[in-house]
């Protein structure tokens, strides 16, 4: 079991499997040693899904678990990127954070703190990155969340 298989189980967390695109585009695309990781949504391993607006149908709480889940699929696109060597990770650079948000709702950074807590419980400080949270009127199927990510990599 990896470091990484050890801190999920210690946290009641497990890594997903890594998604297939929506549309037309890459999972992730390296460049340099920059991985972009496209945007991930509130999916879990067994398929749950957390979908709703911030302010309207969902809590606080809600779209901070949501934020994780979205998490788990960055670290899963991670893995698949650097066929499972997390070693290879040299920071988490920036996560891009989008909550699905009614007009008067204002918790966008707490809502993401569900998916930043989670990089720096995992990677230490490796996961220690810049971040913008902002609210958006929809998400694709309804999210409650999206988040992509920067990733520094060694060769």
């Known amino acids: ?60 709480e809600d779209g901070t678990r949501a934020a994780q889940m979205a998490g788990l699929n960055i ?13 290879r990770l ?7 954070g989008f909550v699905n948000s009614s007009p008067d709702f204002t918790h966008q950074p707490a809502v993401i703190n569900g998916a930043s ?6 990677f230490g400080e490796r996961g220690v990155h810049s971040r913008i949270a902002v609210g958006v009127a929809s998400l694709p199927m309804n999210w409650a969340v999206e988040i992509d990510a920067v990733i520094e990599v060694a060769g």
């Open 1 to 60: 079991m990896s470091n990484i298989d050890k801190i999920l189980d210690r946290h009641g967390l497990t890594l997903p499997q890594a998604k297939t695109p929506l549309g037309a585009y890459a999972p992730y695309v390296p460049s340099g040693n920059l991985l972009m990781i496209s945007g991930q949504g509130p999916v879990g391993a067994s398929g749950a899904v957390v979908t709703g607006r911030l302010g309207d149908s969902l809590e606080i």
């Open 75 to 87: 670290v899963a696109q991670l893995k698949a990127a650097l066929a499972g060597d997390f070693d």
């Open 90 to 96: 040299v920071r988490v650079v920036r996560l891009n």
């Open 117 to 122: 807590e989670l990089m720096h419980d995992l």
